[in-house]
């Protein structure tokens, strides 16, 4: 899917010229772009209609483009513009200029517990938000949880997010298998909020310990793993009581007892975390600035 010279054109006027390649689906891409209009840096999501799936295009998709524009928190990537042209859609938004947490652990191994706590406290902020306001993301994983200029986690890709009310239940499986909660794993109809809170245990195991929590790679073994609870923690490894015990807290197996958003903020080890969520848009400018260096 490489940008035709109308496209370009039509991007143009509307003040965006493309760049390099970010990632790419099958049906979706993500280019760098410049703007003209905040004269910065920006991250465009192309969409390509004809090549997606019906479902897509009449269920995930416009309730990803309705949740992108309500949706405004520092943790969360800023959507600035949506342009429809030629069958694609155009997704303009903030660029995050450090990459996402998976690359950023592999490249750095597991995180200080200090830095950990930050990181996950940045990720609870924005899953309250997000909660408070009944969206379920979905799709939680390293891979969508991104790192601007002084790593402040951008969650994105709202490709599976949804609206919920309390009582409702899903039977579709979204996201990742080495994210899914048992329940989601087994094909029982789940509760919403409660997939997004397992899927944030085993982020926080792979920030404090570089490694998967369990062995995805037969998904039968892994649910009789995940049910038995078998959480291993390297004994290399020195990790505080506090957050061993968010982990366990997060990976509960019975959804009646697993924490909701909630309550995870008044655990010690999100209490306990030095952060200031004001810095995030300080960092939002920071990062214009450079780009505007760059060009
Ligand atoms: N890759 C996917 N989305 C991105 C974004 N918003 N910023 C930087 N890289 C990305």
Request: hydrophobic share 40%; net charge positive; aromatic share 8%.
């Amino acid at each position: 899917m490489s940008s035709s010279g109308d496209e370009v054109a039509e991007l143009k006027k509307s003040g965006y010229a493309l760049g390099a390649l970010l990632g790419e689906g099958s049906y979706a891409k993500v280019k760098s772009a410049y703007s003209s209009k905040i004269n910065a840096r920006v991250a465009v999501k192309i969409i390509n209609k004809k090549k997606a799936p019906k479902d897509f295009r009449e269920k995930f998709l416009p309730r990803e483009l309705d949740i992108i524009q309500v949706v405004d928190h520092p943790n969360v990537v800023k959507l600035y513009e949506i342009i429809e042209f030629n069958g694609k859609v155009f997704i303009m938004m903030e660029y995050a200029g450090h990459g996402d947490l998976l690359e950023y652990i592999k490249l750095r191994g597991a995180l200080q517990e200090d830095r950990a706590q930050v990181m996950f406290t940045q990720i609870v902020n924005a899953m309250t938000y997000l909660h408070e306001r009944k969206i379920v993301h979905r799709d939680m994983k390293c891979e969508n949880l991104l790192l601007d200029c002084m790593n402040n986690i951008k969650i994105s890709d709202f490709g599976f997010a949804r609206c919920f009310e309390p009582s409702d239940v899903s039977k579709t499986f979204c996201g990742s298998a080495a994210y899914a909660a048992p329940e989601v794993l087994q094909g029982i109809p789940y509760h919403l909020p409660s997939h997004d809170v397992w899927s944030m245990g085993i982020i926080l195991y792979i920030m404090v310990c570089a490694s998967m929590p369990y062995d995805d790679s037969n998904i039968k073994k892994m649910v009789s793993q995940q049910l038995e609870k078998r959480i291993g923690f390297s004994k290399g490894k020195k990790l505080s009581v506090n957050v061993k015990d968010l982990i366990y807290k997060l990976l509960e197996v019975n959804v009646k007892k697993r924490p909701n958003v909630f309550a995870i903020k008044d655990h010690p080890f999100i209490l306990s975390a030095q952060t200031d969520n004001s810095e995030c848009d300080k960092n939002q400018q920071a990062i214009n600035g450079s780009d505007r260096q760059e060009g």
